[in-house]
């Protein structure tokens, strides 16, 4: 069964501060991806990536920043966390190239920025 | 413009169908999902589709219409578990093929 976690579940944060979000897939896809969810938006990419090393931007990657250390890992930073960055944070990872196009997605991290 | 068109709400009654629409407008196809979320949930999977026509999986069918950029999700005998948000999403081999542009989800709302 595929497998993607997040952590953590749920952050407080203040203005101004730093924040991390991480996220590990044991389904080893090549690509994974980071999204926002705020209602009346739907999901929209902030960064993703397709293999270990490589980070490229999504459709509102400014004040977000991502790295992919590894397969199985890929994180979200938030060097100067802002109030509009309150929102729900999906990881997802895939691997479009077979003939199938499914995306698996963590939890969920909820952020609220102070 | 680029986008993914879905209505916001939909209602049906238990023992019924549902049809969730889709309309998409991207510079290149490579193929449609959708998925489901609940509630305070992470969106899961449904089913894929690249090919023109219905493809039937049970309860959840699937038809595409590439020429016309339109796509519906139908439900068949509904149970009040199905409410949920639907999501369709878009695999656009425009400018960068690892993009998905997704709907905004339509809610559908299954009474008894």
């Known amino acids: 069964e595929a497998a993607v976690t997040q952590s953590p579940r749920n952050k407080v944060a203040v203005t101004g501060g730093k924040v991390t979000l991480s996220c590990n897939q044991t389904n080893n896809h090549n690509n994974m991806y980071w999204y926002r969810q705020d209602t009346g938006h739907g999901l929209r990419l902030i960064h993703y990536?397709?293999?270990?090393?490589?980070?490229e931007k999504g459709d509102i990657p400014d004040g977000y920043k991502a790295s992919r250390p590894s397969q199985e890992n890929f994180s979200l930073i938030l060097e100067l966390a802002t109030p509009s960055q309150t929102s729900v944070y999906f990881c997802?990872?895939?691997?479009?190239?077979?003939?199938?196009?499914?995306?698996?997605f963590g939890p969920g991290t909820r952020l609220l920025v102070l | 413009g680029q986008g993914v068109e879905q209505p916001a709400k939909l209602m049906s009654v238990e023992g019924t169908f549902a049809r969730v629409n889709c309309t998409y407008s991207t510079s290149g196809f490579n193929g449609l999902s959708w998925y489901q979320q609940r509630e305070g949930q992470a969106p899961v999977f449904l089913s894929y589709v690249v090919l023109d026509g219905l493809k039937d999986s049970g309860h959840f069918s699937t038809f595409l219409s590439r020429s016309n950029g339109y796509s519906y999700l139908l439900l068949t005998e509904l149970q009040i578990k199905d409410s949920a948000s639907y999501l369709c999403a878009v695999r656009d081999t425009g400018t960068n093929a690892y993009k998905v542009i997704f709907g905004k989800g339509t809610h559908l709302h299954v009474l008894p």
């Open positions: 997802a990872s895939g691997d479009p190239g077979l003939g199938g196009d499914t995306q698996y």
């Open positions: 990536s397709y293999g270990a090393g490589s980070t």
